[in-house]
């Protein structure tokens, strides 16, 4: 019968829709296992304990970042009751429109937060805590959860430490592990061992029942994991003395490095004008103006400042014309205000002083027209075919001190500065169209030459040790934290050591032989021994840098500094005093008397606005 | 009569296999809302503040309708009542539109203080009468091009005026009176084109439209082969040609219709709601949130579920509306794949034996009625189930008897009571 056909047919009909039904839910909850786990995720919370990030110390175990306590407020917004929003806006030092507008955020998005738990509040005080936790109970859903926050016992090394934020969602979605509301090194030491700093964060694992709250350990705990603290770094500062530099810096632009020569740990990097460690513990709030100072504190000059260093570079190439052996110490050039390098005759000019001179003595006096002598023969040393061959040469020698490449410290942000290379000149004044009288300013560390101030410490560190250096390094290995072997082998120059006492010579007669005309005079310590070169380098932007570096004592050094302050005229006036002052104070632990006034000059007077 | 009528063996004239599987299917539904409920204390089943409460009220409301329609109402007045009902319910379904609230997006409820209810229901229930008494009448064939449009017409009016309100989701239950004028002898050809058109639409916004005219390419090519070899006459030959040509412009129109309708004439939320149950987007947070979290508590189930009271899923409110068009995520959640069998088991039964009594009755009026009854709740059944687990779009219809909510569940005791009083009737004479 055709009508029962029909009927047949629809029925057939139903049980196949029936079974497909059937089959989708067959696979759903049988085959599939992947929804299980994500219930699991619905349906158990899991508690963050957040490990305490490492404390960073100075070289002699003084706390230079410690961490002090702070808590969260979390709620969990499902879990809430009816309560006094004045009370708890009173409870928690916060205002009743803040709780009102948070409350109303978290019922607009109820369907979305569901049983999740959230921050309501962050960096709460432990003063406001205990407040809190007394009328707690007042509040159902809010609890309380302890974070750390970094506390800054000693106002030492600002740029240097760093600051830590709270993750941003651009750094989320190129680093994984960290979720949202954790902190991380963003500058300095924090950014730099992060990996060490951090930690790892634990957790419980509760169940939620079926009534929504948190019922149990899952599992006992078994699923639970501990958080780990994060690692303590030893940094190799002093902080005395790096406090020390930074009083000295006060009101002046540049920097101050202090290396260790024999070990190439950095005793104190001073970059002025610099952050306060107050400023640090609540970075967030002063970014604004911070980034906004003409002055820069955010920047870290000592690494990431490049300037030309002037007349401390003829160190340098006195060093590289002794090793190419077309200079002798006993050689003597004349200079009578300068020296005339064309035809035309252009000079570069020099300063009035006794005329011919020795190596010595032109290292002492910082003899402009000697070192341009000394470059013109190693570019035109007949042992090279051409200028650019010869000035191939010299740049490779002068890369081996450090220069014009990373010194590959392990502090972030470092830069390469720059020696320019023959093909720089090539392109400039193009191929063979360039010789020793284009280049002339290089022979004093003018022209295109630019440098750190940690490179120029470093060239200090080299002369302390007549020919080699460590890698400027700030953390020092301890428990837990290796430090790359690199930083323990000697990095040798392309001078032979045998070369260095020969300038080293000039460069204690600079300090030491008063009323010889040496240029650093004003850097004499009794009994102190301190070797050293002075530099004034031209800024086109207003008066010249003051240069100054120096190690003590002469022999079996323990400390090598570098001095670069922008704007302030001679080595001799500013920088040299600073750098001095710091090796004296490293030395001795204290000023002597007749510096005493020198002291307080540097301090109180203020070169920048 | 009444009297005489209960004396002579309720026993033997009510179905009572319905009635015992509408009885599961409620109690079912009302213990499923009360585990859904999702405040903070434990309260009892019966506490009228929760959803579990308000239902326990609703259901007896429904028995005492129930009794009403099976007891007290002669089986008669619903065929004599069918063209002012049907004409009273179109009139409401217009006037909601205007004097209704926005209830997420569509004016299909009229509110009357704390009573809110959805002439939809109603509408349900009406078309089935009036569908029934026309086509029941002597001298009405389907093959009649003027009845068939008049069935239509019945069926389509007050379902245009629904999708008016933006109740897309009840609208496409009407869809399925398709197969009641199946079996009244509309051609299997008008459904196998629907289905047709189904699959074209899909193909055509999910891969391309040339993939779906190849795809009609292939149909016709089959279609021609298939009854050009078993015709033999020029006249039917022609027929057949003419037909197959037109059939195929028509599939060639279509496709290009459906790419233009999709991204043209469909709205954002529907289109992405589509394209969410086609699998074209993963949408976890918005659209297809809903259907993520339903099948995580469905799939989290397993194969015996997590204990009655036990879920995790639906009683957090990860899902929505859990009570409601949800329902069936607590069944599977909480009673796994056991549980979802038996709810669809009961389903079938129920339409199976409606169809079956159907089938049996010897009134006209009868058996359609029957089939509309049967075609709803297969409409609400699959589309509802299928929404749970991803196989249909997010359309809120609710689950018969087992939802929440008081203005269905009376609407389908009555529908289906009819039914069963009007089978009763023709019982008695055996």
Redesign the interface.
């Known amino acids: 019968m055709e009508n029962n056909n029909r009927s047949t047919k629809l029925l057939i009909g139903l049980a196949v829709v029936l079974l497909i039904l059937l089959g989708r839910l067959f696979y759903v909850q049988i085959l599939n296992e992947g929804y299980k786990t994500d219930a699991d995720n619905n349906s158990l919370t899991r508690e963050m304990i957040y490990p305490p990030r490492g404390v960073i110390y100075d070289r002699n175990g003084k706390l230079l970042v410690g961490n002090k306590i702070c808590y969260e407020i979390l709620v969990t917004p499902r879990e809430v009751r009816e309560f006094d929003t004045l009370a708890l806006a009173a409870a928690l030092d916060t205002t009743a429109d803040f709780v009102r507008e948070r409350m109303a955020y978290y019922h607009t998005y109820r369907s979305k937060i569901g049983w999740q738990t959230l921050t309501f509040l962050k960096m709460v005080s432990s003063e406001t805590y205990m407040r809190f936790a007394e009328e707690q109970f007042l509040f159902p859903g809010f609890k309380a959860q302890v974070r750390s926050l970094r506390e800054y016992p000693f106002n030492a090394g600002g740029n240097l430490l760093g600051y830590i934020s709270e993750v941003s969602p651009e750094f989320l979605e190129e680093h994984p592990d960290y979720k949202a509301g954790d902190y991380y090194g963003r500058t300095g030491l924090e950014a730099a061992r992060e990996a060490e700093l951090r930690g790892s964060k634990g957790w419980h694992i509760y169940r939620r029942d079926s009534r929504g709250r948190q019922k149990d350990s899952y599992h006992d705990g078994d699923y639970d994991v501990q958080a780990v603290p994060g690692k303590d770094i030893t940094t190799t500062i002093d902080a005395y003395l790096q406090q020390y530099g930074q009083q000295l810096m006060k009101g002046k632009k540049g920097s101050v490095v202090a290396i260790e020569p024999s070990t190439g740990e950095i005793l104190a990097m001073v970059s002025s004008p610099g952050i306060d460690v107050d400023v640090l513990a609540d970075f967030g709030r002063h970014y604004g103006t911070l980034s906004k100072d003409k002055n820069k504190p955010l920047y870290n000059r000592a690494v990431s400042a490049s300037y030309p260093p002037g007349s401390v570079f003829k160190l340098v190439n006195g060093l590289i014309g002794l090793e190419d052996g077309v200079l002798q110490p006993w050689m003597q050039y004349p200079c009578y205000n300068g020296y005339v390098y064309t035809s035309s005759g252009r000079k570069l000019g020099c300063h009035t002083h006794r005329s011919p001179l020795n190596l010595e003595d032109a290292v002492m006096m910082s003899c402009n027209g000697y070192f341009c002598y000394v470059f013109k023969s190693i570019l035109e040393n007949p042992e090279y075919h051409s200028t650019e061959e010869a000035y191939r040469h010299w740049r490779e020698m002068v890369m081996s001190f450090g220069f014009g490449r990373k010194l590959g410290s392990d502090f972030p942000s470092e830069l390469s500065g720059n020696i320019p290379s023959a093909d720089f000149y090539n392109r400039y004044y193009h191929k063979g169209h360039w010789r020793f009288p284009t280049i002339v300013s290089l022979s004093i560390g003018q022209g295109e030459i630019l440098t750190t101030p940690l490179q120029i410490a470093n060239l200090a560190a080299i002369m302390a040790n007549r020919g080699y250096y460590y890698i400027p390094h700030v953390v020092k290995a301890s428990e837990g934290v290796e430090i790359d072997p690199i930083y323990y082998q000697r990095q040798y120059t392309m001078v032979d050591t045998l070369q260095f006492p020969k300038v080293v010579g000039g460069m204690w007669k600079a300090v030491n032989a008063l009323g010889e005309g040496g240029t650093a005079n004003v850097a004499h310590v009794a009994g102190l021994d301190i070797c050293g070169k002075t530099g004034t380098a031209q800024n086109p932007h207003g008066k010249d840098n003051s240069v100054f570096i120096c190690f003590a004592p002469k022999d079996n050094p323990k400390i090598a500094v570098a001095a670069y302050i922008e704007n302030a005229g001679f080595g001799a006036s500013w920088a040299c005093p600073i750098a001095s002052l710091l090796v004296e104070k490293y030395l001795r632990g204290e000023i002597s008397e007749s510096r005493l006034d020198m002291e307080r000059r540097v301090m109180t007077t203020r070169l920048i606005r | 009569m009444q009297e005489d009528a209960l004396d002579r063996g309720l026993k033997k004239t009510v179905d009572w296999r319905l009635i015992v599987v509408y009885l599961a299917l409620m109690l079912f539904g009302w213990i499923n809302i009360y ?1 859904a409920v ?1 405040s ?3 309260s009892s089943i019966f506490d009228l503040s929760c959803n579990s409460g308000k239902q326990a009220l609703w259901m007896g409301g429904a028995i005492v309708l129930a009794a009403l329609v099976l007891f007290v109402i002669s089986s008669y007045f619903w065929e004599s009542i069918s063209n002012p009902a049907y004409l009273v319910v179109l009139v409401l379904l217009v006037l909601v539109i205007f004097m209704s609230h926005n209830v997420k997006g569509s004016h299909s409820w009229f509110e009357l203080g704390p009573v809110k209810f959805q002439p939809a229901e109603l509408s349900k229930i009406t078309t089935s009468l009036l569908l029934a008494s026309i086509m029941s009448r002597p001298g009405f064939k389907m093959s009649n091009i003027r009845h068939f449009i008049i069935a239509a017409l019945i069926v389509l009016i007050p379902m245009l005026v629904i999708v008016a309100e933006s109740e897309t989701g009840s609208a496409l239950v009407y869809a399925g009176f398709v ?1 009641v004028l ?2 009244e002898g509309l051609s ?1 050809w008008f459904i196998g084109l629907i289905g047709m058109a189904i699959l074209l639409f899909v193909l055509t916004i999910k891969t391309h439209w040339w993939i779906s005219l190849i795809v009609v390419g292939v149909a016709a090519l089959y279609y021609f082969i298939h009854y050009l070899r078993r015709t033999s006459s020029l006249r039917m030959r022609r027929r057949v040609v003419r037909n197959g040509l037109i059939a195929m412009v028509a599939g060639v129109v279509l496709v290009f219709a459906a790419d233009f309708f999709f991204h043209h004439v469909l709205k954002d939320y529907q289109r992405e709601r589509i394209e969410v149950v086609l699998g074209m987007k993963e949408d976890l ?1 918005g659209v297809g ?1 809903n259907v993520h ?1 339903s ?9 015996t579920g997590k204990g009655y ?5 639906t ?4 899902v ?1 509306e859990q009570s409601t068009d949800f329902i069936f995520c607590t069944v ?2 909480e009673w ?2 056991m549980g ?2 038996a709810v ?1 088991v009961l ?2 039964l129920m ?2 034996w409606i ?1 079956q009594d159907s ?1 049996r009755a010897r009134s006209s009026f009868t058996r359609i009625y029957g089939y509309c009854v049967a075609s709803c709740l ?1 409409m609400h059944l ?1 589309i509802n ?2 929404m749970t ?3 249909m779009p997010v359309i809120g219809i609710p689950l018969p008897f087992f939802s929440y909510g008081g203005s269905s569940l009376w609407a389908f005791t009555t529908m289906l009571f009819i039914f069963i009083a009007l089978d009763r009737q023709e019982k008695k004479y055996f």
């Open positions: 585990a999702q903070g204390e434990p197969f199946y079996r299997g947070k949130y979290q099948l995580i508590a469905i799939g989290s189930g397993g194969l009271l036990q879920g995790t899923q009683s957090f409110g990860f929505p599977g959640e796994g794949f979802s069998l669809i389903y079938g339409i199976f169809v089938e297969f699959f189930i299928g687990i991803g196989l």
